[in-house]
């Protein structure tokens, strides 16, 4: 009599999840020019309603991609040199924030369009797992991402 062992989540099968949902979109930005970088600085901005401080967006980013601050703030200037993102004229950013960008027509078009791939995508990926199985999933990893997110800011000195 055999038996299969249960399968134990680990930062292996994490990883080995993320970058098989994430081939579909490297695949899609492949085709565009736009870098992965990009593509998550243009959901910063989308997400802050188009509208965005660029302080806050290179938050956004080095907190959840764990990139450097200085590889962000190229990020949007990159993105600003390809016309993606406009800069806000001085009187229109707000007194409480830094420097604004606002995603341009074609920034807008382009983020919609990569949003798009992902709810395409969405139910040939997920549709068929029970909506219990995924709102397990949902707490387990956002429980990881927490405690990773933790030991991260922990040991930031000693590596």
Do not use: W
Request: hydrophobic content about 45%; overall charge negative.
């Amino acid at each position: 009599m055999s038996s299969t062992a249960p399968i134990l989540l680990n930062s292996q099968i994490i990883g080995r999840a993320h970058y098989a949902a994430r081939a579909l979109l490297d695949r899609e930005l492949r085709r565009t020019g736009i870098t992965f970088h990009q593509s998550m600085a243009l959901n910063a901005a989308a997400g802050e309603g188009g509208t965005a401080d660029t302080g806050r967006i290179v938050e956004l980013m080095t907190s959840t991609l764990k990139i450097d601050e200085a590889t962000a703030r190229d990020t949007v200037s990159e993105l600003l040199a390809a016309e993606l993102f406009e800069p806000l004229e001085a009187l229109e950013a707000r007194p409480d924030r830094g420097p604004c960008v606002a995603l341009t027509e074609a920034g807008r078009t382009e983020q919609s369009r990569l949003a798009a791939v992902a709810v395409e995508f969405a139910p040939r990926v997920y549709g068929e797992i029970p909506a219990e199985d995924l709102a397990v999933a949902g707490r387990v990893l956002t429980e990881v991402i927490a405690r990773a997110n933790a030991v991260y800011a922990e040991t930031a000195d000693r590596y």
